[in-house]
Protein backbone atom coordinates (compact mmCIF):
# COMPACT_ATOMS: atom_id res chain seq x y z
CA UNK A 1 0.00 0.00 0.00
CA UNK A 2 0.59 3.21 -0.91
CA UNK A 3 -0.34 5.86 1.60
CA UNK A 4 -0.94 9.84 2.05
CA UNK A 5 -0.85 11.18 5.63
CA UNK A 6 -1.98 14.55 6.38
CA UNK A 7 -1.98 17.24 8.58
CA UNK A 8 -2.05 20.93 9.69
CA UNK A 9 1.70 20.95 9.73
CA UNK A 10 4.37 19.15 11.51
CA UNK A 11 2.76 17.36 14.26
CA UNK A 12 1.15 14.81 12.07
CA UNK A 13 4.78 13.03 11.86
CA UNK A 14 3.86 11.54 15.39
CA UNK A 15 1.71 9.64 13.37
CA UNK A 16 4.43 8.62 10.51
CA UNK A 17 6.57 7.72 13.78
CA UNK A 18 3.94 5.16 14.93
CA UNK A 19 3.58 3.64 11.45
CA UNK A 20 7.00 3.20 10.55
CA UNK A 21 7.73 1.43 13.60
CA UNK A 22 5.00 -1.22 12.69
CA UNK A 23 6.52 -1.39 9.00
CA UNK A 24 2.87 -1.47 7.53
CA UNK A 25 3.55 1.00 4.40
CA UNK A 26 5.43 0.59 1.34
CA UNK A 27 5.49 4.55 0.48
CA UNK A 28 4.62 7.03 2.78
CA UNK A 29 3.71 10.65 1.46
CA UNK A 30 3.33 13.34 3.62
CA UNK A 31 1.46 16.84 3.81
CA UNK A 32 2.03 19.07 5.92
CA UNK A 33 -0.17 22.15 5.68
CA UNK A 34 2.40 24.48 7.48
CA UNK A 35 1.56 28.14 5.67
CA UNK A 36 -1.75 27.70 7.01
CA UNK A 37 -1.43 25.61 10.77
CA UNK A 38 -2.58 25.80 13.22
CA UNK A 39 -6.09 24.71 12.13
CA UNK A 40 -6.82 24.02 15.68
CA UNK A 41 -8.32 27.97 16.20
CA UNK A 42 -10.06 28.25 12.83
CA UNK A 43 -13.97 27.62 11.95
CA UNK A 44 -15.54 23.96 10.69
CA UNK A 45 -15.92 25.75 6.92
CA UNK A 46 -12.28 26.82 6.84
CA UNK A 47 -10.80 23.57 8.21
CA UNK A 48 -13.55 21.48 5.62
CA UNK A 49 -12.02 23.64 2.63
CA UNK A 50 -8.08 23.10 3.88
CA UNK A 51 -8.93 19.42 4.04
CA UNK A 52 -10.47 19.25 0.42
CA UNK A 53 -7.83 20.60 -0.93
CA UNK A 54 -5.61 18.14 0.52
CA UNK A 55 -7.03 15.35 -1.16
CA UNK A 56 -7.00 17.60 -4.14
CA UNK A 57 -2.73 17.46 -3.60
CA UNK A 58 -3.11 13.90 -3.11
CA UNK A 59 -4.55 12.86 -6.35
CA UNK A 60 -1.22 13.74 -7.92
CA UNK A 61 -0.16 10.19 -6.47
CA UNK A 62 -1.47 7.02 -6.66
CA UNK A 63 -2.46 6.21 -3.31
CA UNK A 64 -4.28 3.68 -1.93
CA UNK A 65 -5.97 5.48 1.57
CA UNK A 66 -5.27 8.86 3.34
CA UNK A 67 -4.62 9.12 6.77
CA UNK A 68 -5.33 12.21 8.42
CA UNK A 69 -2.97 12.20 11.29
CA UNK A 70 -4.05 15.83 12.48
CA UNK A 71 -7.42 15.40 15.13
CA UNK A 72 -8.65 19.10 14.50
CA UNK A 73 -9.41 17.60 10.65
CA UNK A 74 -10.98 14.51 11.90
CA UNK A 75 -12.92 15.68 14.10
CA UNK A 76 -14.63 18.18 11.20
CA UNK A 77 -13.85 17.39 7.72
CA UNK A 78 -13.55 13.35 7.03
CA UNK A 79 -17.08 12.95 5.57
CA UNK A 80 -16.22 15.65 3.22
CA UNK A 81 -12.59 14.44 2.69
CA UNK A 82 -14.38 11.37 1.70
CA UNK A 83 -17.02 13.05 -1.15
CA UNK A 84 -13.67 14.29 -2.81
CA UNK A 85 -11.44 11.19 -2.77
CA UNK A 86 -11.38 8.27 -4.58
CA UNK A 87 -9.45 6.42 -2.18
CA UNK A 88 -10.32 5.63 1.42
CA UNK A 89 -9.88 8.12 4.36
CA UNK A 90 -9.19 7.44 7.81
CA UNK A 91 -8.79 9.57 10.66
CA UNK A 92 -7.02 10.09 14.09
CA UNK A 93 -10.15 10.32 16.06
CA UNK A 94 -12.67 7.14 15.59
CA UNK A 95 -9.30 5.59 15.91
CA UNK A 96 -8.90 6.98 19.12
CA UNK A 97 -11.88 6.82 20.35
CA UNK A 98 -11.92 2.82 19.54
CA UNK A 99 -8.28 2.46 21.24
CA UNK A 100 -10.10 3.83 24.17
CA UNK A 101 -13.02 1.69 24.32
CA UNK A 102 -10.60 -1.25 23.93
CA UNK A 103 -8.01 -0.10 26.73
CA UNK A 104 -10.51 0.71 29.46
CA UNK A 105 -13.30 -1.91 30.43
CA UNK A 106 -14.69 0.20 32.67
CA UNK A 107 -17.09 2.42 31.42
CA UNK A 108 -17.15 4.77 35.07
CA UNK A 109 -13.21 5.23 34.63
CA UNK A 110 -12.27 8.76 34.52
CA UNK A 111 -11.25 10.32 31.01
CA UNK A 112 -9.19 13.49 30.50
CA UNK A 113 -9.96 14.41 26.64
CA UNK A 114 -7.32 17.04 25.33
CA UNK A 115 -6.93 18.65 21.89
CA UNK A 116 -7.26 21.83 20.34
CA UNK A 117 -10.26 24.55 20.48
CA UNK A 118 -11.72 23.33 17.15
CA UNK A 119 -11.71 19.32 18.51
CA UNK A 120 -13.06 20.13 21.53
CA UNK A 121 -16.14 21.94 20.21
CA UNK A 122 -16.46 19.66 18.16
CA UNK A 123 -17.03 16.92 21.21
CA UNK A 124 -16.60 14.59 18.22
CA UNK A 125 -14.35 12.36 21.15
CA UNK A 126 -16.70 13.24 23.44
CA UNK A 127 -19.78 12.10 21.70
CA UNK A 128 -18.36 8.75 20.21
CA UNK A 129 -17.55 7.86 23.77
CA UNK A 130 -20.78 8.87 24.98
CA UNK A 131 -22.69 6.41 22.47
CA UNK A 132 -20.10 3.61 23.85
CA UNK A 133 -21.64 4.29 27.26
CA UNK A 134 -18.75 6.21 29.03
CA UNK A 135 -20.01 9.31 30.46
CA UNK A 136 -17.22 10.43 33.35
CA UNK A 137 -15.73 12.44 30.74
CA UNK A 138 -13.91 15.97 30.81
CA UNK A 139 -12.44 17.90 28.23
CA UNK A 140 -9.83 20.45 27.84
CA UNK A 141 -8.60 22.32 25.09
CA UNK A 142 -5.03 23.07 25.65
CA UNK A 143 -3.74 24.64 22.08
CA UNK A 144 -0.96 26.60 23.83
CA UNK A 145 0.95 23.13 24.38
CA UNK A 146 0.51 23.27 19.97
CA UNK A 147 3.42 26.37 19.60
CA UNK A 148 5.77 25.33 22.96
CA UNK A 149 6.35 21.43 20.97
CA UNK A 150 6.69 23.56 17.74
CA UNK A 151 9.59 25.52 19.81
CA UNK A 152 10.59 21.82 20.83
CA UNK A 153 9.84 22.98 24.67
CA UNK A 154 9.35 19.48 25.51
CA UNK A 155 10.32 20.28 29.49
CA UNK A 156 11.15 23.49 31.53
CA UNK A 157 9.19 26.30 33.45
CA UNK A 158 7.09 27.56 30.65
CA UNK A 159 5.53 24.04 30.09
CA UNK A 160 5.46 23.41 33.99
CA UNK A 161 3.71 27.11 34.24
CA UNK A 162 1.30 26.23 30.98
CA UNK A 163 0.51 22.32 32.55
CA UNK A 164 -0.36 24.31 35.83
CA UNK A 165 -2.58 26.75 33.88
CA UNK A 166 -4.76 24.21 31.98
CA UNK A 167 -4.84 21.11 34.78
CA UNK A 168 -4.59 23.26 38.22
CA UNK A 169 -8.43 22.28 38.73
CA UNK A 170 -8.67 19.06 37.07
CA UNK A 171 -9.17 15.37 38.76
CA UNK A 172 -6.21 12.96 38.34
CA UNK A 173 -7.70 10.80 35.13
CA UNK A 174 -7.36 7.18 34.47
CA UNK A 175 -6.89 7.81 30.93
CA UNK A 176 -5.73 10.78 28.72
CA UNK A 177 -6.56 11.16 25.27
CA UNK A 178 -4.06 12.44 23.61
CA UNK A 179 -6.59 14.36 21.11
CA UNK A 180 -3.99 16.56 19.06
CA UNK A 181 -0.51 15.50 16.83
CA UNK A 182 1.38 17.66 19.13
CA UNK A 183 0.72 16.10 22.85
CA UNK A 184 2.75 13.13 21.83
CA UNK A 185 5.72 15.08 22.27
CA UNK A 186 4.59 15.87 25.98
CA UNK A 187 3.36 12.74 26.98
CA UNK A 188 5.44 12.27 29.91
CA UNK A 189 5.45 15.59 31.46
CA UNK A 190 1.31 15.59 30.92
CA UNK A 191 1.27 12.10 32.71
CA UNK A 192 3.85 13.17 35.33
CA UNK A 193 1.47 16.37 36.20
CA UNK A 194 -1.33 14.17 37.55
CA UNK A 195 1.25 12.23 39.44
CA UNK A 196 -0.93 9.35 38.92
CA UNK A 197 -0.31 6.27 36.30
CA UNK A 198 -2.64 7.38 33.49
CA UNK A 199 -3.40 5.33 30.48
CA UNK A 200 -2.70 7.65 27.44
CA UNK A 201 -4.12 7.16 24.35
CA UNK A 202 -2.30 8.27 21.41
CA UNK A 203 -3.55 8.95 17.79
CA UNK A 204 -0.14 7.44 16.14
CA UNK A 205 -0.80 3.96 17.94
CA UNK A 206 -4.41 4.20 17.99
CA UNK A 207 -4.39 4.65 13.89
CA UNK A 208 -2.14 1.05 13.60
CA UNK A 209 -4.45 -0.50 16.01
CA UNK A 210 -7.60 0.32 13.94
CA UNK A 211 -5.63 -0.07 10.82
CA UNK A 212 -4.51 -3.61 11.97
CA UNK A 213 -8.47 -4.56 12.62
CA UNK A 214 -9.19 -3.05 9.05
CA UNK A 215 -6.79 -4.50 7.04
CA UNK A 216 -5.06 -7.57 6.43
CA UNK A 217 -0.89 -6.93 6.17
CA UNK A 218 0.66 -9.36 5.13
CA UNK A 219 4.19 -8.17 4.49
CA UNK A 220 6.44 -5.89 6.73
CA UNK A 221 8.57 -2.69 4.92
CA UNK A 222 11.37 -1.88 7.11
CA UNK A 223 12.14 0.67 4.46
CA UNK A 224 9.50 2.34 2.60
CA UNK A 225 9.71 5.01 0.91
CA UNK A 226 9.23 8.00 2.41
CA UNK A 227 8.29 12.01 0.89
CA UNK A 228 7.52 15.25 2.70
CA UNK A 229 5.59 18.32 1.12
CA UNK A 230 4.40 21.15 2.92
CA UNK A 231 2.71 24.20 1.69
CA UNK A 232 5.50 26.38 3.31
CA UNK A 233 8.91 25.87 3.57
CA UNK A 234 9.26 22.29 3.29
CA UNK A 235 13.30 22.24 4.12
CA UNK A 236 11.88 22.62 7.82
CA UNK A 237 9.84 20.44 7.68
CA UNK A 238 11.80 17.91 6.42
CA UNK A 239 14.84 18.87 9.13
CA UNK A 240 11.84 18.25 11.51
CA UNK A 241 11.37 14.99 10.27
CA UNK A 242 14.87 13.98 10.45
CA UNK A 243 14.93 14.95 14.26
CA UNK A 244 11.83 13.02 15.06
CA UNK A 245 11.96 9.80 12.50
CA UNK A 246 16.00 9.57 13.24
CA UNK A 247 15.72 9.20 9.17
N1 LIG B 1 -2.66 18.96 14.00
C1 LIG B 1 -3.56 19.63 14.93
C2 LIG B 1 -4.40 18.56 15.66
O1 LIG B 1 -4.01 17.41 15.78
C3 LIG B 1 -2.79 20.49 15.91
C4 LIG B 1 -2.18 21.71 15.29
C5 LIG B 1 -3.21 22.66 14.71
O2 LIG B 1 -3.93 23.34 15.48
O3 LIG B 1 -3.29 22.74 13.49
O4 LIG B 1 -5.46 18.88 16.11
Not at 54 to 59: D, H, M
Not at 74 to 86: F, G, P, Q, V
Not at 93 to 99: P, R, S, T
Not at 118 to 131: D, I, Q
Request: aromatic letters at 10%.
Amino acid sequence: MKIGVFDSGIGGLTVVKSLLEHALFEEIIYFGDTARVPYGIKDKNTIIRYAIEAVEFFKNFEIDLIIVACNTVSAYALDEMRESSACPVIGVVEAGILATVNALTNKNSNILILGTKATVNSKAYENGLKERGYNNLESKATGLFVPLVEEEIYSGKVLEATLEHYFKDVQKPDAIILGCTHFPLISQEIENYFSKKSIIIHSGDAIVEYLENEFEFTQKYENPTLKFFASENPDALKAVAAKWLSL
